[in-house]
């Protein structure tokens, strides 16, 4: 097991060299950003499966609400990079809300950050596998299968650690990117000879009388919610700020500006060719595959196009694997999460982080089918959230600092929190059915979690401290009394009445018999050997050795009056493993009773046989 461990995530690194696991910003840009990036390849179909419960008249709106977005995507982008300069620690909204707003809201948006990273994974795999089974149908019974494989595939190269995931997801990203814009450019310049001949705005004013009802109005609101999963990811990268070189939070804020540009770019580039070529949404076939289609015809661009975005719609699921583990160590640090997700594997990453949001994101896979449409309402509620939360910390922050205070920061973030805070409202009501409902239920089921382990924790430390008056009365107490269940005179049983005599003067063997002729052969060899260690043999007519040692020891129990009791099974060890099939287990099912019992000592003294 250990041999394949080091095979699958090699070998461990010290301590030392994480301060060489920094990521340059070239680098970053793709472990961080590639989720951001990636939902360029469904945000438009999103906003576009919306619209078409109004009928196709009025694809035309897709332009002005990608417009509203990008806006929307500038004041984030600029809100956020004053947190990355504010909290070079990282953590994003979830520190800056516990820092300025309280332990609660903190809480809030670390699970709604939480949830939105799972879904990112869930959502990507998805979309990715999806845009596979576009190009080769006949892969579609398995895209269930496929999806967990490639979730596995991710945590293992993530559990390889920082540099070297990074070096791995870098180059697709880049394809990607590079593919995107090419895409526009060639799209962009036959739309400019063939003419526009798609969605326009004359079929726009056509279409005005379905604007008379609140319905349309709700629908419209519904795309720009659904549009808006174009902007999950961008808050990774104030996550993971001390994952970038020095200066961590200069290169983190050009990395966070870098990532704006593309992701605006290349969303509003796909959603012009979509309206452009009259792209409508159709089953098993996305939009940006149909896009791809018209620009590169039947040839073998189109199928390494479909390749590249599968790729990096896999690969987008490698934000949560950098940003998770890193914001579930900060919430764990604070004592509102297991400690196991606090520690470093032998890779110098948060190997459990990595593992826990595998896990989870699986089950999402495998409960949706692997269908991107029934995950994609369960997205963006998180983040926006979080978002608000953010921005409004960041707001109280600059309020109170009178160095920060400038009337362009106020007002940017001011407008941006206004802005998500709405957002987040649109997103709740336009997708509460669609299931957005289990996300506004799992948050606070998650904070009352945290508040949970958090007041574990405060309970074992107040129990677990060491003050003086009781480090007296510890030293004072007297040695603990000393049971030895036995079932024979024997080298093991020797073995663990020598243990004994050096711990304790107040020794007991027991034994259980089942027939009481037994009780007269053992005593004479017992005292043979140790006639000054009391042996107390019990009868048990209906042949069991549970209950009479439980018994018995419940007994000593109550007359020790909270003194220590000390349980020392001798045990031998086979050699082979079948070995223990061939022997009793009684020593390890009588831990199991005994391990809850508050003064009881259950220690077990191993003898090793030869063969």
């Known amino acids: 097991m250990a041999s394949l461990k080091r095979w699958l995530i090699g070998s461990p690194m010290e301590t030392k060299r994480l301060k060489h696991e920094k990521l340059p910003k070239w680098k970053a840009l793709a472990v961080f950003s590639s989720d951001a990036l990636s939902s360029v390849a469904y945000a438009t179909e999103e906003i576009l499966l919306v619209l078409m419960l109004l009928g196709t008249s009025v694809f035309f709106y897709s332009l002005p609400i990608a417009v509203a977005i990008l806006v929307l995507l500038l004041l984030v982008t600029l809100s956020y990079r004053q947190i990355i300069y504010a909290f070079p620690s990282g953590g994003g909204a979830y520190v800056v809300a516990r820092d300025h707003l309280g332990t609660a809201t903190s809480l809030v948006a670390g699970a709604a950050l939480m949830i939105d990273y799972i879904l990112t994974v869930a959502v990507s795999i998805s979309s990715g596998v999806a845009a596979l089974t576009s190009a080769f149908p006949s892969l579609l019974p398995w895209k269930v299968q496929i999806g967990v494989a490639l979730v596995l595939l991710l945590m293992i190269l993530n559990l390889r650690g920082i540099t070297e995931s990074a070096t791995v997801f870098a180059y697709p990203t880049y394809l990607f990117i590079i593919s995107v814009l090419v895409l526009i450019a060639v799209g962009g310049w036959q739309l400019w000879h063939e003419g526009w001949h798609g969605f326009n705005y004359k079929e726009h004013a056509s279409a005005a009388h379905f604007f008379a009802s609140g319905y349309s109005v709700f629908i419209l609101l519904r795309a720009f919610a659904s549009g808006c999963s174009a902007m999950t990811g961008i808050e990774a990268i104030s996550n993971g700020v001390p994952a970038f070189r020095p200066n961590s939070s200069k290169n983190a804020a050009i990395t966070m500006g870098w990532m704006s540009v593309l992701l605006g770019t290349m969303f509003l580039g796909i959603t012009v ?331 077990t003294l191993p003898y090793h046989l030869r063969e």
């Open 273 to 603: 060719l979509a309206a452009g070529f009259g792209v409508t949404p159709l089953e098993h076939k996305t939009v940006i595959s149909q896009i791809g289609h018209h620009v590169f015809g039947n040839s073998i661009f189109f199928y390494l196009f479909q390749m590249i975005t599968m790729l990096i719609l896999v690969l987008a699921a490698n934000t949560s694997f950098a940003g998770f583990p890193q914001l579930a160590s900060i919430i764990a640090n604070d004592r509102f999460l297991p400690r196991s997700l606090a520690a470093r594997g032998d890779r110098l990453v948060f190997s459990n982080g990595i593992i826990l949001l595998s896990i989870l994101a699986i089950v999402l896979i495998v409960t949706f089918h692997g269908e991107t449409h029934s995950l994609i309402p369960l997205y963006a509620v998180g983040v926006f959230l979080s978002f608000t939360i953010g921005q409004s910390g960041m707001l109280k922050k600059i309020w109170k600092d009178k160095e920060m205070r400038r009337a362009t920061t106020i007002l940017t973030i001011g407008a941006g929190t206004i802005v998500t805070g709405l957002v987040t409202i649109i997103t709740v009501v336009a997708k509460f059915t669609q299931g957005a409902w289990l996300v506004i239920v799992a948050i606070p089921l998650l904070v009352w979690m945290f508040y949970r382990i958090h007041d574990h924790y405060e309970k074992l430390g107040e129990q677990l401290k060491l003050d003086e008056p009781e480090w007296a009365r510890r030293e004072k107490m007297l040695k603990p009394k000393v049971i030895i269940p036995i079932s024979g005179v024997s080298k093991v049983v020797a073995q663990s009445v020598q243990y004994a005599r050096s711990t304790s003067n107040d020794i007991t063997a027991i034994s259980v018999i089942f027939y009481e002729e037994e009780e007269q052969k053992l005593r004479e060899k017992w005292e043979k050997f140790y006639p000054d260690i009391p042996l107390q043999v019990i009868y048990s007519p209906y042949r069991t050795i549970l209950s009479p040692i439980l018994d018995y020891i419940n007994e000593v129990e109550k007359q020790a009056n909270g003194s220590p009791i000390t349980i020392l099974m001798p045990q031998f060890i086979v050699k082979k493993w079948w070995h223990t099939l061939l022997h009793n287990q009684t020593a390890i099912i009588l831990r199991f009773f005994l391990i809850m019992k508050k003064d009881i000592v259950i220690a």
